[in-house]
């Protein structure tokens, strides 16, 4: 049954009107074909529709934006490079919201390389700003799959993690100021550059990790880091699942915590990746029950963090921690084992049916949160394959299931629901959190209110009705019901 197209109310129509005319023709889309791709989330799990897409080129069009549909009480959605997993930069099914994209406003306003910060507008690619950082002898350590098309406002607004937490943690710590429009389209302009500034609320956190429930990012203050001239890189097999702990104290230790990245992978994901993705090459000959890729960063080019690395390895082999080691001789082997780690995702895609889950835990407790989630789901899905991988140096585990060889995949995501219940059950059992780094949006929502408390939600609501008392900002996403 097609759906019929939301009609607009006259309220609603002229104040689109108005919104096209300040936007002009290249700010504003509404032909299906264009729209299509941003109307589905990145795991094709929602489709929604909408009233049309605006696209500024400047924080003061952001502004003139909300503050019509703040007036005519028109639902804003805002989005990014809609690589978020979560959905929550897809509108609802209604038609009747609008969604905000804020791909044109791409420019980096300022580099300033003595005080290590860069001012960049939220459109800009992730990618692109790595790029840029280094063009100034300097790093933009925030790193992740989709970097090729997130942009830095999808991932201030997302909190995003990716590969180099353990040592520069999230994306909210790698901000120093930021540029806010309020829903009814004042604007904050918070972009400081002071790594010291006490006084008073530290306002900007309260809107990186929103997902677009409290404003819109349009430019951020970002800090930079001294460019690593050496990365020393070592694909390892371990001995068992308690020695990931240990190894990684011990490469935190050894290399002055410049540990940047510490990966865990099941030895049969890289297989799966050599089987299915073109271009991934298993480096071992035998398939081990666990590996981690770990990377060393050293400030200079004189092979002091490969020897760093190198003597590290040699004593956790000397004690039986590490029992394989394939260490790149070059850029290009380094890369591909890079590629190995991204291949391992699209791999158990061509697999079968999977149940995705975003987990952390202290990092203590990681070996102990798999074996109790494996335990879980095996008893209530004989033949299951867990397939859990991600970035262990932090605490956060991609803890994904497959279906057993012989389940239809429509009967095994039937229990899609059930399975995650259980996995969020051991992860909190544990301390830990049900969304490491992918955020709430809407397919976590109801979760929440499992784990957080009712002062917790209540300040999280007092929050949301303070900043946006219309309740249009990303209305359905991150904030359960009362
Ligand atoms: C292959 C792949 C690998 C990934 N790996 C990682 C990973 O390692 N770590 C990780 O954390 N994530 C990862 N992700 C998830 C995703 O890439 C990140 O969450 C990313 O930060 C989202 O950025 P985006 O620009 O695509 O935002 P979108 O998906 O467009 O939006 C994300 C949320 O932010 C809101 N939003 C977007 N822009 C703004 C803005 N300017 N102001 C206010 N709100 C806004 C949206 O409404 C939505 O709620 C991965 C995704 C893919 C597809």
Redesign the pocket.
């Known amino acids: 049954m097609t759906e019929m197209p939301y009609t607009p109310t006259d309220v609603e129509r002229d104040a689109l009107s108005r919104i096209r005319t300040c936007l002009g023709p290249k700010g504003w889309v509404d032909d299906a074909e264009t729209l299509t791709p941003w109307l589905i989330?990145?795991r094709r799990v929602y489709e929604g529709r909408c009233l049309g897409m605006a696209r500024p080129a400047n924080t003061q069009e952001v502004a003139e934006i909300l503050a019509i549909a703040y007036k005519a009480g028109l639902q804003i959605?805002?989005?990014?490079?809609?690589?978020?997993?979560?959905g929550?930069?897809t509108p609802d099914t209604t038609g009747r919201q609008l969604l905000l994209n804020?791909g044109r406003m791409n420019s980096v306003r300022d580099v300033d390389a003595a005080n290590y910060t860069m001012t960049v507008e939220?459109?800009c690619i992730?990618k692109d700003l790595q790029g840029v950082a280094e063009q100034a002898d300097r790093l933009f350590p925030l790193s992740?799959?989709?970097e090729g098309?997130?942009?830095?406002?999808?991932?201030?607004?997302?909190?995003?993690?990716?590969?180099n937490v353990v040592r520069y943690g999230n994306?909210r710590d790698l901000v120093l100021g930021l540029e806010v429009v309020l829903p009814d389209g004042r604007i904050w302009s918070g972009l400081r550059r002071l790594r010291k500034d006490n006084t008073g609320y530290d306002l900007k956190q309260i809107?990186l990790g929103?997902?677009?429930?409290l404003?819109?990012?349009?430019a951020a203050v970002l800090k930079l880091f001294p460019l690593p001239k050496e990365r020393a890189t070592a694909l390892v097999a371990i001995a068992d699942l308690d020695t990931a702990v240990t190894l990684l104290e011990r490469a935190r230790s050894a290399s002055g915590d410049a540990l940047m990245s510490f990966e865990l992978m099941p030895g049969f994901a890289l297989d799966w990746a050599e089987k299915y993705v073109e271009g991934a090459k298993q480096p071992f000959d035998t398939t081990y029950d666990w590996t981690i890729l770990m990377e060393i960063g050293g400030p200079r080019t004189d092979g002091a963090a490969r020897i760093a690395l190198e003597s590290l390895l040699e004593s956790a082999f000397e004690d039986g921690l590490v029992i394989d080691a394939v260490l790149p001789q070059s850029e290009d082997q380094r890369a591909q084992i890079w590629f190995l780690r991204?291949a391992i995702?699209e791999a158990q895609v061509r697999e079968g049916a999977q149940v995705k889950h975003d987990v952390s835990v202290p990092v203590s407790q990681v070996p102990r949160f798999i074996r109790e989630a494996n335990a879980a789901v095996e008893e209530m899905m004989p033949g299951i394959r867990p397939y859990p991988f991600g970035?262990v140096g932090d605490g956060n585990i991609h803890y994904n299931l497959s279906q057993p060889i012989d389940m239809p995949a429509r009967e095994f995501l039937g229990r899609y629901a059930e399975l995650q219940h259980r996995v969020h059950d051991v992860a909190l059992s544990l301390d830990g959190s049900i969304s490491a780094?992918?955020?709430i949006?809407r397919s976590k929502r109801d979760e929440l209110l499992r784990c957080k408390s009712a002062v917790e939600l209540d300040m999280m609501r007092s929050l949301k009705t303070l900043f946006d008392p219309k309740g249009l900002m990303?209305p359905g996403?991150?904030i359960p019901d009362a």
């Not at 959605?77 to 979560?86: A, C, D, I, L, S």
Request: proline share 2%; aromatic share 2%.
């Open positions: 989330d990145s959605v805002p989005q990014g490079g809609n690589t978020g997993r979560v929550g930069a804020l939220a459109g992730l992740l799959g989709a098309s997130c942009q830095i406002g999808g991932n201030l607004a997302s909190n995003a993690g990716g590969i994306a809107f929103s997902e677009g429930t404003g819109i990012i349009t991204e995702v970035h780094e992918h955020g949006g990303n996403k991150t």
